[in-house]
């Protein structure tokens, strides 16, 4: 089996679903903006044509003599919706996917003569815990969960990526805000980017039923977006026009048509994407947005859209086995105008689908707001280099050459080939994914579940009579009592 060359992880374990419901960052490929001499750009072969220009990284041409490089990931075990699902991959096959790992791979192993291989045990922060402390060098690179990255972080089990002269992190291929947001007392413990697309499958979007939108003879909803009149306000008064008791008991309920599906992670996909954050990193400290004038008018704006039972259904009161696939069937069965989720879905859930559909960005909250922004969920994975690495340029050199040919490979034929060609299904879609993929908001308080926040928000919804700025009020000093202390726990690491 040759599991032990190709990184197939970086697709395969990315791309499949979790159970859970379901940048700046990178679009379509272009040419790292910046600084120039980070990274050489040279033409793109002809047969490559959804690449405007090939990148290479900026690191040296090294002989590492057929070094094992290993990275220790979660793989696909217990996973029970695999999509893109290629655990092996010995040569070209055909499948667009499959060759981009396999040109990918091969081309990092051939410019630095190393053997890439992954390790996939059930924990993986506790596997690599041990090797740290055990400083056995098992594992080059890391690519976790979100939560996980922050737990062997903060417990000085990975290595400050701004430590190690070969990450180029303004470079196209690493996630911008990301780095942004996670940039804590000068040091950056993990990334995402190019290097995986599982990040890109968890961000928050809508999508819409095409033959719904004719037959209610509704606006052209790309025309929305793009004039910048794509709101919370436009969306609800589109779904309104729509839900209907179409089994005629007389209640509205999972059984029904409805104009939009959404679910209690709706709420804070809505609040960030008015452009909010519970917690805000300024490069020179940590802020709590939460509570403010402002988060505190569109919480309670929020709650009111998602609580109102008359036009929106929330996907978390289905009754069923699995209520995630259920919520996926209520669209694919014509019975949703917009459904409000992660990305992920499109891809999982609807490359079958009999009628068609499109996707937007999440709405803004109102047409003043400056542009879109894409709501990050927490369990997204994200990038590190285990702190035990006894040569650690090598493990960076490997890890951005692998990045930046994701860049040139991974990342066009997911976005040019796989989405344009197998799941949407018109050309208004790509510059929707420009703007949904090129617009990502992180935000660590609601990744990390800070003092409290989330939960602050969204339990407003069980609330007969919700008070948003009591319930963010009451978590305040919770919350910065929590980021005085993540702030010196940074500051504490080497």
């Given amino acids: 089996m040759k599991t032990e060359r190709i990184l197939s992880f970086l697709i395969s374990s990315l791309l499949l679903s979790y159970a859970a419901a379901c940048g700046e960052s990178q679009s379509s490929p272009t040419a790292p903006s910046g600084n120039t001499d980070t990274a050489q750009v040279t033409e793109a072969p002809e047969e490559n044509e959804t690449t405007a220009a090939e990148v290479r990284a900026n690191v040296p041409d090294s002989d590492f003599d057929g070094f094992s490089y290993v990275i220790i990931t979660k793989g696909n075990e217990g996973q029970n919706i695999k999509y893109y699902l290629n655990a092996d991959a010995e040569s070209e096959n055909g499948d667009t996917i499959n060759d981009a790992i396999y040109r990918r791979n091969l081309t990092v192993e051939d410019r630095f003569n190393v053997k890439i291989s992954q390790f996939e045990p059930s924990d993986v922060a506790a596997t690599l815990k041990k090797s740290v402390a055990a400083g056995d060098d098992a594992y080059q690179f890391c690519i976790v969960s979100y939560a996980s990255s922050y737990t062997l972080a903060t417990g000085g089990y990975l290595l400050n990526m701004y430590d190690l002269q070969y990450f180029d992190t303004d470079a196209a291929w690493w996630d911008q805000d990301l780095k942004k947001q996670m940039t804590i007392a000068g040091k950056l413990f993990f990334d995402s980017g190019d290097i995986m697309l599982y990040d890109d499958m968890r961000v928050a979007c809508s999508y819409f039923n095409k033959g719904l939108w004719e037959n209610y003879g509704l606006e052209n909803p790309y025309d929305l977006v793009t004039s910048g009149k794509w709101i919370m306000d436009k969306m609800k008064e589109l779904g309104s026009d729509v839900t209907s008791d179409i089994d005629g ?79 996926s069937q209520i669209f694919q069965e014509d019975r949703a105008l917009i459904r409000t989720s992660c990305f992920e879905n499109i891809p999982r859930d609807y490359r079958s689908m009999d009628t068609d559909f499109g996707v937007l960005p999440f709405p803004k909250y109102n047409e003043t707001q400056d542009k879109y922004y894409t709501p990050v969920r927490a369990d997204g994975y994200a990038a590190s280099v285990p702190a035990s690495v006894q040569d650690p340029d090598r493990a960076a050199i490997i890890a951005e050459s692998l990045a930046a040919e994701s860049y040139n ?55 007969k009579s919700p008070d948003v700025a009591s319930a963010m009020a009451k978590v305040k000093d919770k919350a910065q009592t929590a980021v005085d202390k993540m702030v010196a726990t940074f500051e504490s690491l080497g």
């Fill in 249 to 327: 008991n007389g209640v509205l309920d999972q059984y029904d048509l409805w104009g939009i599906v959404s679910e209690d992670g709706g709420v804070s996909d809505f609040y960030h994407s008015a452009g909010l954050r519970q917690i805000i990193n300024t490069g020179d400290t940590l802020e709590i947005e939460f509570g403010s004038e402002k988060a505190v008018e569109v919480g309670a704006r929020v709650i009111e859209f998602v609580s109102d039972k008359e036009n929106v259904f929330n996907a978390n009161k289905i009754k069923a086995d699995d209520i995630w696939k259920y919520a």
């Fill in 409 to 463: 490979f991974l990342k066009p034929a997911f976005y040019d080939i796989s989405l344009q060609g197998k799941v949407l299904r018109d050309n208004e879609s790509e510059g929707m994914l420009d703007i949904i993929f090129g617009s990502k908001l992180y935000d660590i308080g609601y990744i990390f579940s800070i003092g409290g926040m989330t939960a602050a928000l969204e339990g407003q919804l069980s609330k």
